[in-house]
């Protein structure tokens, strides 16, 4: 392989991993672009090769040069100070050295092995992966809150039934009296007829006047009210009861009836206010 063609193979990954030659992408493409870093570079890669080719001008290297770093400084500028020893190299990458040295990749200054891939990359991109899933999540849970209280449904539970009030039936006077009238005569035969037309007049007093009568009393009484009319306008001097006509004593007893009388035992409904979320979250019927 000629110096060009190793000078451009530098540039593709592929082609310097063929040629084994481990630099990253940045060193690689500083040490193409510098014709003597390019140079020391394509007469270590010639040691390495099992029969090398008579080797171009330019010194030969039994290690490999240090990865490109710099320009070289300007015309009369000092040269850079070392206070470190440079390390020396025992073997070329990808080959076992003499003896018992184990084999190893090249060290030089400015060399730092990379490993494949770029893992801080890749944990920043993991991290942002993390969080872009959390935060959708978040805002998917908030968007899901936010509808639930909006169309969440209020109403009334009944947690104790409605007792409704019960009645019973109970008598009570209502007030008014009736009258009735037996077959006992308040007279007695060979009595004086003013006398017997008093005890009448006693009698429908005390049961008839002065008192609220039911229909029934007061018919009873209109009737008795008019024989005794009738019997005063029949006396006379020394007239007297010869028979018992058909009027008996009257009796005033109190109108009984009947009523639905509360038990007092209504008892209200117990409920409460219940909140139903989503149709299933909450308290649903």
């Given at each position: 392989m000629s110096f060009e063609e190793f000078r451009t193979s530098l540039t593709s990954a592929d082609l310097r991993a063929g040629l084994g030659v481990q630099l990253t992408d940045l060193e690689a493409q500083q040490v193409a672009d510098d014709p003597a870093a390019a140079q020391s570079w394509y007469a270590y890669w010639l040691s390495t090769q099992p029969t090398s080719p008579p080797p171009p001008a330019g010194p030969a290297f039994d290690a490999p040069p240090p990865a490109y770093d710099a320009p070289p400084?300007?015309?009369?500028?000092?040269?850079?100070?070392?206070?470190?020893?440079?390390?020396?190299?025992?073997?070329?990458?990808?080959?076992?050295?003499?003896?018992?040295?184990?084999?190893?990749?090249?060290?030089?200054?400015?060399?730092?092995?990379?490993?494949?891939?770029?893992?801080?990359?890749?944990?920043?991109?993991?991290?942002?992966?993390?969080?872009?899933?959390?935060?959708a999540l978040?805002?998917?849970?908030?968007?899901?809150?936010?509808?639930?209280?909006?169309?969440?449904?209020?109403?009334?539970?009944?947690?104790?039934?409605?007792?409704?009030?019960?009645?019973?039936?109970?008598?009570?006077?209502?007030?008014?009296?009736?009258?009735?009238?037996?077959?006992?005569?308040?007279?007695?035969?060979?009595?004086?007829w003013t006398d017997c037309t008093n005890l009448m007049v006693a009698t429908y007093t005390a049961a008839c006047v002065d008192v609220e009568l039911t229909e029934t009393a007061a018919l009873l009484c209109t009737e008795y009210s008019s024989a005794i009319d009738e019997m005063k306008a029949q006396d006379g001097e020394g007239y007297y009861v010869a028979t018992l006509g058909s009027y008996?004593?009257?009796?005033?007893?109190?109108?009984?009836?009947?009523?639905?009388?509360?038990?007092?035992?209504?008892?209200?409904?117990?409920?409460?206010?219940?909140?139903?979320?989503?149709?299933?979250i909450g308290e649903c019927e």
């Amino acid at each position: 392989m000629s110096f060009e063609e190793f000078r451009t193979s530098l540039t593709s990954a592929d082609l310097r991993a063929g040629l084994g030659v481990q630099l990253t992408d940045l060193e690689a493409q500083q040490v193409a672009d510098d014709p003597a870093a390019a140079q020391s570079w394509y007469a270590y890669w010639l040691s390495t090769q099992p029969t090398s080719p008579p080797p171009p001008a330019g010194p030969a290297f039994d290690a490999p040069p240090p990865a490109y770093d710099a320009p070289p400084p300007a015309f009369g500028a000092p040269p850079p100070a070392y206070d470190a020893p440079q390390p020396a190299y025992t073997a070329a990458p990808g080959y076992p050295a003499q003896g018992d040295v184990s084999v190893g990749p090249p060290a030089y200054p400015g060399y730092a092995p990379v490993p494949d891939g770029r893992p801080g990359k890749k944990k920043r991109v993991g991290l942002w992966v993390t969080l872009s899933i959390l935060g959708a999540l978040l805002v998917i849970a908030a968007i899901v809150v936010i509808f639930a209280f909006a169309t969440a449904r209020h109403w009334t539970k009944t947690d104790v039934p409605e007792q409704p009030e019960t009645f019973r039936s109970e008598e009570y006077e209502t007030g008014r009296v009736d009258v009735t009238m037996d077959d006992v005569n308040p007279c007695s035969v060979n009595q004086d007829w003013t006398d017997c037309t008093n005890l009448m007049v006693a009698t429908y007093t005390a049961a008839c006047v002065d008192v609220e009568l039911t229909e029934t009393a007061a018919l009873l009484c209109t009737e008795y009210s008019s024989a005794i009319d009738e019997m005063k306008a029949q006396d006379g001097e020394g007239y007297y009861v010869a028979t018992l006509g058909s009027y008996g004593s009257l009796h005033q007893t109190p109108e009984i009836d009947t009523r639905q009388v509360s038990n007092d035992d209504y008892e209200p409904a117990v409920t409460h206010e219940a909140v139903c979320y989503l149709g299933f979250i909450g308290e649903c019927e």
